[in-house]
């Protein structure tokens, strides 16, 4: 059974730092790339960063320079160092993955960045 599970989340102020885990399992991590999307209240969920198998990274323009997504084949995890937070980084943070057959998204982990 393929598991993904974020932690990390929480309440922090405008300019504070967060780091995001997800934690798999039941899948050959290392094969697939790995994302981090994010869904703020009555917005359409949004790609934030992904990292490919040999560690290229992806962002999207809004995080680029203050987010850092990472990976450790080693305890399959994937990490998303979150700095200079903003108001409108507020929201709920999924891990994803996609192997050769199926789509798989943890259940979410909350980020609110107070003014």
């Known amino acids: 059974e393929v598991q993904v599970v974020e932690s990390g989340g929480g309440l922090v102020p405008s300019g504070g730092s967060l780091r995001l885990s997800c934690a798999t399992s039941g899948f050959t991590f290392g094969a697939y790339g790995m994302g981090w999307f994010r869904q703020a209240p009555e917005r359409p969920r949004e790609g934030v960063a992904a990292?490919?198998?040999?560690?290229?990274?992806y962002y999207t323009d809004s995080v680029k320079g203050r987010f850092t997504i990472s990976r450790d084949n080693a305890k399959n995890m994937v990490y998303l160092q979150m700095n200079s937070l903003k108001p409108e980084d507020t929201a709920v943070y999924f891990c994803?993955?996609?192997?050769?057959?199926?789509?798989?998204w943890g259940q979410g982990t909350r980020v609110t960045v107070s003014s």
């Open positions: 990292i490919t198998t040999n560690g290229t990274t």
């Open positions: 994803y993955t996609k192997t050769d057959s199926m789509e798989y």
